[in-house]
Every structure is written in C-alpha cells, then in structure tokens.
C-alpha cells in the first residue's frame, strides 16, 4: 500500500535515491535511525506508559471510593501515587510529545530525516530501560517509591526505602534521554528547514517544540543535579538537604521547583502548537496572530524561570518573595491569554466542522483554561495557604494535564492519524471516544476542586466522611474515563486495519508542507527541499 | 540527505547545545553555594551566624525599647535526647549581652553526638542576631546518662527594625552519632 502511492506520486523522490524500505521484523524497529518509525515508537511506548499509569490512577480511585481502609495499605498507595505522577509526567506526556515531534518536525520544516538519526534512535532506547528500572522497585524489599513525584528531601533521602538508588539511576537515564531528544530537535529545526522557511514562517508546532526543547535542555541538567546530591546524600554521607549536617530541605525545594516549573510548560507548549494547527484546519481560516502566538509562546518560557517559588508559598518566604512570586506568576495569565482569544478569534466566523480532532482541540481549550483559572486562584499567596496541598491543587493541574496536554496529544494522534497510516479512523467511534473523554475528565476532576475548597488534603489512602460523595463521584468518573481510552485503542487498531484509505490532504483545511506528501508519508520524507509556498505557510 | 555544508552546520549547533547543557549542570551545582551566601546575606532561612566578638566598649544598651526573645527546643529526626532551656524567653534591650542556659541530657545507654540546629524568626531579624557562645557552634558528646548545661549568650543589635518586638529562637537537635563514626565517639 505504502510503495503503490510512494512510487505513484512522489517519483522523483526515488531518482537520486534508490534506497530500501524498512527493514522486516524486530530488527527494523531495533536498529531503526528513521524519524516515523522512532516516532511511532515513542507513541506505542507512551501509551503503554498512560496505561500503567492509568492502572495505578484506577487503583487510587479504588481505594478512594469509600472513606476507610479497603484495598490496599497506606504504604502501597503512597507509592501507587508516587508512581502515577512520574510515569505520566515523565513516560507518557513527554515522550508522546517527543513522537509527535519525530514524527512531523522533519515533515514539516521539509527535511528528509531528523539531524541525528543515530542518537534518536539511542533517546528513545534508553526509555524503556528507565521505566523498566523504575516500576521493578515496585517489586523490591521496601517498596518502590512513596514520597511524591516531588520526592521532597528528606522524604526521598533519610526516610527514603532503599529502591530510592533505583529511582534517582532511572531518572537520570530520562533526563539523558529528554536532552538528546531535545538536541536533535533544535539541530532539525535550526539547520534544516527547506529553502524560504523563515523563522517567522515555521509552523507553530515547530516554534512551540523548538522553544520546549530549549526549556529541556536548560532544566534536565539541574533535575540531573538535584538527584546526584541525592545520591551523596544517602551513600556518601554528604549534607546537601540534610538540616544535622548543615545543609537544607527547603534548598531541596527550590531546586526541584526550578526544574519542575519550567517542566510544567515542556508538557504544554507543545500542546498550544498541535492546537494552533487543528482549529485553523476546521475552521478553514488561517490561525489569527501568529506572531503574537510566538511571542507569547516565548514570553511564558521565560517567565516559567523566575516563577518556582509559588509551588511553596508556604515554606516561609519573606513578604518580598512572595509579593514577587505572585505577580510573576499572574504575569503568565497574560501571555496564555492572549493564545487562548487568538484560538477563539480563529474560529469566529469560520466555517466550522466538527471532526474528532476540532472536538478534542475545542474541548482543550475551554478545559485548559478552567485549569489555567485554577491556577491563577492558587497564585494568590494569601489564599494559597488555605489551598496549598489539598485535592484543588489535585484538581488544578489535572485540568492542565488531562483535558489539556493528554487531549492535544490525542487531537494530534486524530489529526495526523491519516498521514502516519494512510487509513482514516471511523469517524463515529472518533467522537463516541470524545464525548466519553470528555464526560469522564469532567466528572473525575471536577469535584475535585469542592473537596479541596472543603479542605481534603491530597494524598491520602482515607478521609474523613464528609468528602465521601465528591470521592465517589470523581471515582466513577475515573473509570469511565480510564475504559475510554481503552476504547481509544480499539479506534486506533480498527482505523490502521480497515479505516478508508486516506488523500495526501486529509482534512481540506488543513496547511502545512506534511499535507502536501502523499498518505501514508514515504518512509523518506524530503530527499530534495520542497518548495514552501505561501498556499502553506501558517503566517 | 544532509549536504555536507548543513552537517558542519549541524555539528556547530550540537556543539552550542552541549555547552548549554553543561553550563545548566555547573549552574546547578553552584546553586548549591549560592544559596547558602544568599540566606547569609539576607537571612532568608533563618540561620543564625557563627561566632561573634563582642566589645563593650562600642556597644551600650539600647534602653528605650525591650525586645522579648523566645526560646523553643525540640529534637529531630528520632533524637531521644531529653533537651529544654531554663526560660521560655527573656526580655532584652538592644545591644545587651544576655546569657541563657539550655540543657541535654542523654537519656540512652550509650555514647551518642547531638548537633543543634537554629533557626530564626521573624526572619528581618536574623542579621541583627548575634551570638558570641551557643553550643550549636560545635557538637556535644554526651555519656549514658549524663546531662549537661550549656551556656548560650546574645547580643540582639541595636540596628534591629522598630517594628520587630519578639523573636522566636528555635533549636532543633539532631542525632549525628551514626555521621560522626566510632572514633568520634571513643575519642570524646
């Protein structure tokens, strides 16, 4: 299927260069250098994460159906909650998002291959090796992590279980591993984008991927840093975080955080670029203020550096400090803002189509921002206290994470679903898996934020009896939600088995040089520069 | 697929980035002191300084005001040492030497090092909080059984902010008999 169009329509393609196919079995995807098969590695790996870590959500909703102890220990959900934040954090968001990225960057700026195919190939290797690392310690004496994705000193290193070694070993493979990822994407973008594409005439993906991959490279090294004084913590005696020795815990804090900060906008710029595609299709207008979208795309990764410290308004900070943390953080309402009437203005007055993707993409941007809205409440220091560590801080960065990042990514799996296999996905069962997303990302989250305002902490294995039917409300809501993507996979199966085959432009709305390769996109996807168009450019 | 001109080019772009990548390292190693010099500098985390030398002659009390300082003790970190002070507080002037005696008693039956931690709050009055004596300036080793006072004596300064009237002075007491090695215990 693959040759017959490859041969057919892209001849000259193949002049200057009579190469091979994939090659066959285990070996291919092995030793494959080649950008769509290590991007499709990353998805497949990704979704198997959001699984595992899908379990562990489920198990968590389980045991919080019902005040009480039923279930599972104290000990064990402390690691079931520990392991769902990291495996989502760092196994399925990410590196979806690295797929996406092998996938369409080298298509979309018109290049034959990423800059680094051998290193790509290592980047992604090296995951499964990490996680494998990370959930064994579930199995280990003691247990596998239990302090929080935040692994705050010194619950991760006095008080730590003896896998910690395992965990912070892991981390670091993943940190390897995002700065590689990240390398190559900037080299791709920065020296190989075909002749005429300027900076400003990048398609925003390519803007919001080459600025995440920049934020990767700035903060992996620092998460590298804190776990390595970690690691002398716990075995070689040193006083890094340790308060006897003359170290501090909350120096530990503000490490973390900025890393963490600037990482909470690496698993969304990348979502704004897949968004910033998808309404301009099905809107069929061209996306309004895209230099606008850059720029703020590049004010909020400078303004995520100098705001970490609003993850602890409670540690005690002098006034100033937290006068300036607060304001800063506002300060990102403004750029996020002026993207999220840039979507809204894209699609007034469009001719608007409903398709799964444009369902999905709507539904991020209303969904991301109640999330976006939750977070300004928490930026205010004064209220802060009151809502610091409970169930809407719970509920806050579920809505940034789930209906926000999670469904650009599926968005962005819809979307591109026709170029990647050639087939399209039923349409029907497209939207049944929407609405069923939709509904149980809502009905999990939301009452979230009550329990929280109530005053639950986050957290906990049990609770006390007043918080009993917002629990089970949202436990319900998990499980609708976590079946559902299991029926995203049975709509992605069936759509690579039997979908319709699929035209080189998909979606008639849709711009971009990957649009003009016919579907399935040849192995190979540029040999030659192609030329770039005003008819493709975002601009 | 790449020309060798843009493989040059991709090598000097992987080459910035690899710096980049280790300046970030560097940077967050040298976080390390560069918090510490800026809780020093500002007093931002509370931590009292070390040693002060104290001269009489420049310094008289400050007798329009009284500034109450608070002492609280508590162990950390499974410490089972018992460990109090003599008051729960006294009332000071600014620029007055004062002396306070807190106590340890080692209530295990072995040799064991306690290490005393301050912290300070409000925290615009760490700098003006100066010690000449405190036992968190070194280790106690302490036999079974045994007790000990301690001696800690102050000097609040007379730069202290108007607006501050009490200070709460903390000590937390960690166990560091494991950090400390045998010889240190069999030494002592």
């Known amino acids: 299927m693959s040759e017959v169009i490859h041969a057919g329509q892209q001849d000259d393609h193949h002049d200057d260069h009579h190469d091979h196919g994939p090659d066959k079995g285990l070996a291919r995807w092995l030793f494959t250098t080649n950008h769509k098969d290590i991007g499709t590695l990353y998805l497949w790996f990704s979704f198997a994460m959001f699984l595992v870590g899908g379990v562990m959500a489920l198990i ?3 045991e919080l159906f019902q005040p009480g102890l039923q279930f599972v220990n104290p000990e064990f959900f402390n690691q079931m909650t520990t392991n769902h934040g990291l ?5 399925a968001i990410m590196p979806a998002f690295v797929g996406l990225a092998n996938w369409l960057v080298p298509m979309q700026v018109g290049a034959p291959d990423m800059a680094l195919p051998r290193m790509n190939n290592l980047s992604f290797w090296i995951l499964p090796f990490a996680f494998g690392i990370m959930i064994s310690t579930l199995f280990m004496e003691g247990g596998g992590p239990n302090f929080g994705w935040t692994f ?3 619950l991760s290193t006095t008080y730590a279980p003896d896998s910690v070694t395992f965990f912070i070993f892991a981390v670091h493979l993943m940190g390897a591993s995002s700065i590689m990822g990240s390398i190559n994407i900037i080299a791709t973008i920065l020296n190989m984008r075909a002749p005429g594409m300027t900076l400003m005439k990048m398609p925003l993906f390519i803007w919001t991927w080459l600025i995440t991959a920049y934020l990767l490279i700035a903060v992996m090294p620092v998460l590298a840093g804190a776990v390595t004084m970690m690691l002398f913590d716990i075995h070689f005696g040193t006083s890094f975080f340790n308060a006897a020795g003359g170290g501090d815990p909350v120096m530990f804090q503000h490490i973390f955080w900025f890393f963490g900060h600037p990482e909470v906008y690496i698993m969304i710029l990348p979502a704004f670029g897949v968004i910033s595609h998808i309404i301009p299709a099905f809107a069929r207008k061209t996306l309004f203020g895209y230099d606008s979208m850059v720029y703020a795309v590049a004010s909020i990764a400078f303004l995520s550096f100098i705001v970490w410290a609003h993850h602890m308004f409670t540690v005690g900070m002098p006034l100033a400090g937290q006068l300036f943390f607060m304001y800063t953080t506002m300060l990102i309402a403004i750029p996020t803002g002026v993207k999220v009437f840039n979507w809204t203005a ?5 001719s608007m189509t409903f398709e799964t993707p444009m369902l999905f993409a709507i539904a991020f941007v209303v969904l991301f921002t109640i999330g976006g809205f939750s977070g300004l409440m928490l930026a205010i ?19 940034v994470l789930v209906p926000g990042a999670l469904f650009s990514i599926i968005a962005a799996v819809y979307f591109w679903f026709p170029k990647w296999t050639g087939r399209m996905y039923n349409e029907t069962l497209g939207k049944l898996h929407f609405w069923l997303s939709f509904i149980g990302v809502n009905i999990t989250f939301f009452p979230q934020h009550f329990s929280g305002l109530a005053g639950m902490p986050r957290r906990i294995p049990d609770y006390p009896l007043q918080f009993a039917d917002f629990n089970m409300v949202s436990s319900v809501g998990a499980f609708i939600f976590g079946f559902s993507q299991l029926f995203f996979l049975y709509v992605i199966i069936h759509g690579i088995r039997s979908g319709t085959p699929a035209k080189a432009r998909a979606w008639e709305g849709a711009k971009g040089l990957e649009w003009t390769l016919p579907s399935p996109a040849p192995y190979h996807s540029f040999t030659k520069p192609p030329k770039v168009t005003d008819e493709e450019v975002h601009a | 697929m790449t020309t060798n001109a843009q493989s040059s080019e991709i090598k000097r772009t992987v080459r910035k980035l690899c710096l980049i990548v280790l300046a970030m390292a560097a940077f967050a190693w040298a976080l390390v002191p560069l918090y510490d010099l800026f809780c020093e500098i500002t007093g931002l985390n509370g931590k009292t300084g070390g040693p002060y030398t104290y001269d009489p002659a420049t310094t008289s009390p400050d007798t329009s005001r009284l500034v109450k300082v608070n002492f609280i003790t508590n162990t950390n970190q499974g410490m089972v040492w018992d460990f109090w002070s003599e008051k729960g507080g006294v009332r000071v002037h600014p620029g007055e030497l004062k002396e306070v005696n807190f106590y340890v008693k080692n209530t295990t039956d072995r040799v064991m090092v306690g290490q005393a931690i301050p912290s300070l709050v409000p925290v615009s009055a760490t700098q003006y909080f100066h010690k000449t004596e405190c036992f968190c300036f070194n280790q106690q080793i302490l036999q079974p059984g045994e007790e000990m006072a301690m001696p800690m004596r102050f000097i609040v300064g007379r730069e202290l902010p108007k607006n501050v009237q009490s200070i709460n002075l903390s000590y937390a007491l960690f166990d560091i008999t494991e950090a400390m090695g045998d010889a240190a215990v069999t030494g002592g």
């Open chain 1, 60 to 62: 968590i909703r389980t």
């Open chain 1, 87 to 91: 495996i989502m954090v760092f196994g």
């Open chain 1, 346 to 350: 894209t699609m007034w007055r469009g």
């Open chain 1, 381 to 399: 220091t004064p209220v802060d206290y009151q809502y610091h560590d409970t169930y809407f801080v719970v509920a806050h960065f579920h809505y």
């Open chain 1, 152 to 154: 705050y000193a010194p």
